[in-house]
T-cell receptor
Framework: GAGVSQSPSNKVTEKGKDVELRCDPI?????LYWYRQSLGQGLEFLIY????????KSGLPSDRFSAERTGGSVSTLTIQRTQQEDSAVYLC?????????????FGEGSWLTVV | SQQGEEDPQALSIQEGENATMNCSYK?????LQWYRQNSGRGLVHLIL?????REKHSGRLRVTLDTSKKSSSLLITASRAADTASYFC?????????FGTGTRLTIIP
């Protein structure tokens, strides 16, 4: 597609349930990023995929969070046993290479509400 | 902790006036980028300035970078109501972009 596509755009889930958030990056982009943004806050880095390299998972807040990227394209962010503090907008972005000198393009985000 | 910190946190100006936002960062950088976010959704890239550049222009946007002070400023000239948004600076010495907490800009018609 023309831009980064994320689904669902909005998700309300009960505390303790698992959720999956999907990101479809721009075709040909080798780098993919997940960020989290709580209400009124800045962006918190979660995870970064670049080509076939091992992902940088340094931003994942707990072992309840995991992400994978299949075939170097679509990525899924999974949150297990959701907690209320997981409520946030989850933003995916992609770029043609690493961010060094390259623009990254964001999707519209998935707004997660844990009740 | 945030690498970039924007100042002010919120800014309200009359349409037609200029808006200036500042960003300070902590570690050395290869480049610094500014992004805009409308209504808490996806961010849109505005401009990138490299560490060996001091000033860059794009339309009504002017960005400066002072690596000795580890700071950058974003100037929006002749502001319009459509400029109302949150503005973030982002730095990345490696492939991981780190964002500040943003400046919320409101343009009053």
């Amino acid at each position: 597609g023309a831009g980064v596509s994320q689904s669902p755009s909005n998700k309300v889930t009960e505390k303790g349930k698992d959720v999956e958030l999907r990101c479809d990056p721009i075709s040909g982009h080798t780098a993919l990023y997940w960020y989290r943004q709580s209400l009124g806050q800045g962006l918190e880095f979660l995870i970064y995929f670049q080509g076939n390299s091992a992902p940088d998972k340094s931003g994942l807040p707990s072992d309840r969070f995991s992400a994978e990227r299949t075939g170097g394209s679509v990525s899924t962010l999974t949150i297990q046993r959701t907690q209320q503090e997981d409520s946030a907008v989850y933003l995916c972005a992609s770029s043609q290479a690493g961010v060094r000198g390259n623009t990254i393009y964001f999707g519209e985000g998935s707004w997660l509400t844990v009740v | 902790s945030q690498q970039g910190e924007e100042d002010p946190q919120a800014l309200s100006i009359q349409e037609g006036e200029n808006a200036t936002m500042n960003c300070s960062y902590k570690t050395s950088i290869n480049n610094l980028q500014w992004y805009r976010q409308n209504s808490g959704r996806g961010l849109v890239h505005l401009i990138l300035i490299r560490s060996n550049e001091r000033e860059k222009h794009s339309g009504r946007l002017r960005v400066t970078l002072d690596t000795s002070k580890k700071s950058s400023s974003l100037l929006i000239t002749a502001s319009r109501a459509a400029d109302t948004a949150s503005y973030f600076c982002a730095t990345g010495g490696n492939e991981k972009l780190t964002f500040g907490t943003g400046t919320r800009l409101t343009i009053i018609p």
